[in-house]
């Protein structure tokens, strides 16, 4: 019971450690909570949705609850950057999965649902920019990009991409906005 009870300390610090190491490209203390995860995943139709990205997948909370979400013919793709978040991911072991030690910049077209949990104020104006246009040109017609961020402040930026609804979560730390998102 100690030790399963520090393996969870130990996970839940593993983001903070990263944060402190590279605060623009982790961009968070903890991971997601079921709350975050449960707000994200249900703005999905999951019958008709078949190609999914994830965006700055991180240690894989996110991507392991959209896995159970998934049916079975469906394919994930998380792109991620950091090389520490990027072992953990590579760990799952889903034949549905794929791993992509990569930038969200180099996302090609062919997703229904695109989530994202970059810090898009913490990038470079010109990456965020480039971020958001190619992930709106990569969903396919009717496909939707859900993503989270912890201030308002970058709705102006989200509207010259997508038409967006919003909804809080108060039960993740830090509380978090999620942002469903449709091409304009």
Known sequence: MLLSAFSYIKDKTSYLQEFISDPRSTGTIA??????????????????????AELGAGDG??????????????????????????????????????????????????????????????????????????????????????QFQYTALSESLLSQYFNWTRARVICNIPPALVYRCHSV
């Open 31 to 52: 991971p997601s909570s079921r709350s975050l995860c449960k707000t994200m995943s249900g703005g999905v139709d999951w019958e008709n949705v078949r190609s999914i």
């Open 61 to 146: 909370v996110l991507t392991r609850h959209l896995l159970k979400r998934m049916h079975a013919d469906c394919s994930l793709s998380a792109f991620e950057t950091n090389l520490h978040f990027y072992s953990k991911l590579s760990e799952i072991g889903d034949e549905r999965l794929t791993v992509l030690i990569d930038s969200a910049e180099n996302i090609e077209p062919g997703y229904d649902a695109i989530f994202s949990g970059l810090p898009l104020l913490s990038l470079p104006d010109d990456t965020r920019h480039h971020i958001l246009q190619r992930a709106r040109d990569a969903l396919n017609p009717g496909g939707i990009f859900i």
